[in-house]
């Protein structure tokens, strides 16, 4: 059963949480992460994302970037920018795109829970993404950021967040650039937060959404403290990581699309005419083509969108990965046909998230004489029924929006 716990959060000042909200570290690049802290002195990239304060040329996983990281954070807090509450709390987080709202309980989870399989992953990690979040941790001394989960929220969970909410002002309420609006409460009266850590307790699977790498790094962050303190308690804080826990029927996942650079040779028609082997193809003259149901593609190649279907026998006796449809696209299509083997090492494919518009996945496609396929997102329910099985996804199978900001929590790891 579930360990999550209260704490006692580093979080922006009154009237600051906005300029200092920022994206996930992963989801912006060197020359954006530059652009916008030399904008905003106040962005939290320029704790997570350090390398803008310093030299271009530095290498990203240089020492100096890490320590330059640790002398933000410290700077951030010593100059009032970020503080500390008093004791531990649970927090609510919220965030509303197009209308529709998720609100998530933030705490913090047990490394525990991570090793014993009580929180389940879908995806693997690549080692260098996880050595350079080991190292921001540890340096830091701090989760920077939160580890997206998701579970099956008891009916009185739910209740007791949405009357918190509706008898509570927001702490923080504001609209980011992207037109997501992110509010956040904090839970501080003891029987709630009682209530909250026994109604976690009762719940068997928590499952990660998004955050694979750092999930990973927070843990063995942890356990080479626990090295370092061979009389530890399992109470200190770097027993835990930062996380928002998220009811899954809440969320949304967005496709995310593919992108090859060639057609290995190929002339477009003969491309085209062997999809027929395990599609329907219907060509679509003049219209991008989304897909609005499962097992339907996408594909645009030399200017022309055309719908697949996949046929039932392609996929009618896989088991649950086999089912999905990035799987479907990779054994069928990218590999035997485009040579891609590999999508996580071949630099002949790239990956669009479903927030960029399907005009943008053909000027991609455009710009190398390549093909694009627009996927179909995969379901919530696959993703834990995958994660449930003790089984992975291919790589890029989901892209969840909005993404939760970096900055306004952060948990410390020697508080």
Not at 42 to 67: C, G, K, N, T, W
Not at 165 to 173: F, L, R
Not at 227 to 252: A, C, I, M, R, W
């Amino acid at each position: 059963m579930a360990l999550f716990q209260a704490f006692r959060a580093v979080r922006p000042a009154e009237g600051k949480a906005e300029k200092v909200a920022a994206l996930p570290y992963d989801v912006v690049s060197r020359e954006e992460a530059r652009e916008i802290g030399e904008k905003n002195l106040y962005s939290f990239l320029h704790v997570d994302r350090a390398e803008m304060d310093l030299d271009p040329e530095i290498d990203l996983y240089d020492a100096v970037v890490y320590q330059k990281a640790k002398e933000n954070l410290d700077r951030f807090q010593a100059e009032g920018t970020l503080i500390q509450d008093e004791k531990p709390n649970y927090y609510l987080y919220e965030l509303i795109r197009k209308g529709k709202s998720q609100t998530g309980i933030v705490g913090v989870s047990s490394i525990d829970d991570y090793m014993n399989g009580v929180i389940k992953k879908h995806e693997l990690t690549r080692e260098d993404k996880e050595q350079d979040r080991i190292h921001h941790v540890d340096i830091c001394d701090a989760n920077t950021g939160p580890i997206f989960l998701a579970c099956r929220y008891p009916k009185e969970l739910l209740v007791l967040m949405e009357n918190w909410k509706n008898s509570h002002e927001p702490v923080y309420d504001f609209t980011s650039e992207d037109e997501i609006t992110h509010r956040v409460w904090i839970v501080d009266e003891e029987e709630k937060i009682q209530k909250i850590h026994s109604l976690f307790g009762g719940i068997s699977s928590i499952y990660i959404a998004d955050g694979h790498h750092r999930a990973a790094s927070a843990v063995k962050v942890g356990q080479k403290r626990r090295k370092e303190h061979p009389d530890y308690t399992g109470k200190e804080e770097f027993n835990f990581f930062l996380s928002v826990v998220f009811p899954y029927d809440q969320l949304t996942i967005l496709p995310y699309h593919r992108i090859v650079k060639d057609l290995k040779g190929m002339e477009p028609k003969a491309f085209i005419g062997s999809m027929k082997f395990n599609f329907e193809l219907m060509a679509m003259p003049g219209f991008p083509c989304k897909p609005v149901e499962k097992h339907c593609f996408g594909l645009y190649v030399d200017g022309e969108w055309f719908h697949l279907k996949a046929y039932p026998d392609v996929y009618a006796k896989k088991d649950s990965v086999g089912q999905l449809d990035v799987s479907i696209l990779q054994d069928k299509v990218l590999g035997p046909v485009l040579g891609i083997e590999d999508p996580r090492t071949d630099e002949r494919i790239c990956f669009m998230g479903g927030n960029h518009k399907l005009k943008d996945l053909a000027a991609a496609a455009d710009e190398t004489g390549g093909a694009a396929f627009a996927m179909y997102p995969t379901s919530m329910e696959e993703l834990m029924a995958i994660a449930d099985e003790g089984k992975l996804m291919p790589p890029k199978s989901t892209w969840f929006e909005p993404k939760l900001r970096s900055g306004l929590f952060i948990h410390k790891l020697s508080d």
